[in-house]
C-alpha cells in the first residue's frame, strides 16, 4: 500500500486549497482514509477520515463547516477541500490508510493507521 500526498503551498487567510491523496496497492475498498497536520512543537493531529466503503466522514472541530473530505474511488483519490483557511491550519499534512479489522474504529488515532504518505506543507498567511 503505498500513498501520495499533494496540493499544499501558501494561501492568504480566506483562501482555499485541496490536497489530494493519491492511493495505490489496495485489493479492497474496506479501509479508511485520514488526514493528519504537524505544526512545528506540535503533535500530529487528525483533521478528517473517510471510510472508503460507506463514506462515513469525521471532522476534527476546529475544522468543521470549512474542510471537506470525499473519495473519487475511480481515481483511487481522497480530497481534503479546505475553505476559509486561517493562519492556525499552518502545518504539514499527511495522508494515512488503515486497513486492519475495525479500521474505521482504528482511525480515530494515529496508531490505527498502517501506512503514511508523505508529507505537503500548508502556508497559511494572515
Known amino acids: 500500500v503505498q500513498l501520495q500526498a499533494s496540493g499544499g503551498g501558501l494561501v492568504q487567510a480566506g483562501g482555499s486549497l485541496r490536497l489530494s491523496c493519491r492511493a495505490s496497492g489496495f485489493t479492497s475498498d474496506d479501509y479508511a482514509i485520514g488526514w493528519f497536520r504537524q505544526a512545528p512543537g506540535k503533535e500530529r493531529e487528525r483533521v478528517s477520515s473517510i471510510s472508503i466503503r460507506d463514506g462515513n466522514t469525521y471532522y476534527e472541530d476546529s475544522v468543521k463547516g470549512r474542510f471537506t473530505i470525499s473519495s473519487d474511488n475511480a481515481k483511487n483519490t481522497v480530497y481534503l477541500f479546505m475553505n476559509n483557511l486561517k493562519p492556525e491550519d499552518t502545518a504539514v499534512y499527511y495522508c494515512?490508510?488503515?486497513?486492519?479489522?475495525?479500521?474505521?474504529?482504528?482511525?480515530?488515532?494515529?496508531?490505527?493507521?498502517?501506512?503514511w504518505g508523505q508529507g505537503t506543507q500548508v502556508t497559511v498567511s494572515s
Open positions: 494515512a490508510a488503515a486497513i486492519s479489522d475495525g479500521y474505521w474504529s482504528l482511525s480515530r488515532e494515529k496508531n490505527g493507521y498502517d501506512s
